[in-house]
């Protein structure tokens, strides 16, 4: 993918529909559903895809790849 069409964003601007990089599995997910995980921290983002395996986490303080709109 070219670089121009990317942008990294923190977890927190993620939206439905968004599309972006899960680093663990070298792949591009579309996000159609987000849970917030409380914890002592900054929280975690949870993204969920269409498919069994379509999910990613990131710690609220991590930066999130995001194809760019």
Known sequence: MDNDNVETVEPSEIRKGDVIEDP????????????????????????????PDDRVAFEGDEQVTRRAR
């Open 24 to 51: 663990a599995a070298n792949r591009w997910l579309t996000v159609n559903e987000i849970q917030l995980m409380e914890d002592a921290h900054a929280g975690a983002y949870r993204f969920f895809g269409d498919g």
